[in-house]
């Protein structure tokens, strides 16, 4: 599914969360989405991951539109 293919009520919903709850989880539960993503996506994701949470977190990195074009469950 592309970017365009998702409806823009979805990509708010999803940006949305990214903000109010994955941005602002507390420790323990970065590690816990951090440990499940590891599992799931391997370990090159998942470094990118630790590497640019805090640039995501402070706004110095953009959230990609990769983010919106992945298969919604």
């Given at each position: 599914?592309?970017?365009?293919?998702?409806?823009?009520?979805?990509?708010?919903?999803?940006?949305?969360?990214?903000?109010?709850?994955?941005?602002?989880?507390?420790?323990?539960?970065?590690?816990?989405?951090?440990?499940?993503?590891?599992?799931?996506?391997?370990?090159?994701?998942?470094?990118y991951l630790l590497k640019t949470y805090n640039s995501w977190k402070r706004?110095?990195?953009?959230?990609?539109?990769?983010?919106?074009?992945?298969?919604?469950?």
């Open positions: 599914m592309s970017y365009q293919e998702v409806p823009y009520s979805t990509r708010s919903k999803i940006y949305n969360f990214l903000e109010k709850e994955f941005l602002n989880a507390d420790d323990e539960t970065f590690r816990l989405i951090a440990n499940h993503y590891y599992k799931n996506y391997g370990y090159g994701p998942y470094n706004g110095w990195t953009g959230i990609s539109s990769l983010t919106f074009g992945c298969k919604i469950r």
